[in-house]
């Protein structure tokens, strides 16, 4: 009986690496066509006048709103790695931009989305900015400061990400998602739980079963401390661009 179980729990683990290892397997790909530009959409990445850069953007050929998407990519995760996310959107006829902040840490360029604001003023009108992980802390900092009209801030997401213990949202009056996964070994359950008290008590809250940390981004390992999805990347990406679209609508 003991081998039995025994054999059925390897069998459970084996199941477990071979569906993470296949879905991981073609992300870099998916990073490489979203970062290609085509007729529709024009990819391209905005330096500063000594060449830093400011962000990777996704320009449409025919716009349909004049609401775009600012994303702020998670702690030392490269930039690209969310190309695929800000593509979905601009394939669907919205500006979109994953800021670069220095050695891809979003502290050390909080202020990027002003960038991206600046660089697409007269095409953009209103901005639903989010991040991912420490970047979403970086992006509830700056809505909060930013939160006047003339700021043109329209919503806000964070995927596994909350604010700091020193930023109270609660009177935040623009919608706000919090999408987290399950099985993330990084957000916790608590952590969400716990931020509840920073936020506005209109924010939705999203628990995206059998979802990790990791697959919020576009990668071929799993993050350090992550646990191994439940689910395929595909399927947690839907629900992210889902909820990010009844925001941009």
Known sequence: MMLTRLVKIAGFFAAVFMFHTSAHADAQAEVDAAMTSSP??????KRDWVGVSQFFGF????????RGLIIYPGAFVDPRAYAPLARHFADLGYHAAVVTPPFNLGLLGSN???????????????????????????????????R??????????????YPNDLAYLNSLDIPVTSIWGAVDGLTTEQDIEDSKARLPAHTKYVRIEGGNHTQFYYSDTLQSDDNPALISREAQQAIVEQEIGLLLN
């Open 40 to 45: 529709a959409v024009k990819v391209f990445q």
């Open 59 to 66: 320009e449409p050929a025919q716009p349909v709103s004049s």
């Open 112 to 146: 990027y989305a002003d960038y991206v604001k600046y660089y697409w003023k007269r095409e953009v009108s209103g901005w639903v900015i989010g991040g991912h992980s420490l970047g979403g802390v970086v992006a509830a900092d700056y809505v909060n400061v930013h």
């Open 148 to 161: 006047a009209s003339w700021d043109k801030v329209d919503a806000l997401f964070l995927l596994a990400a």
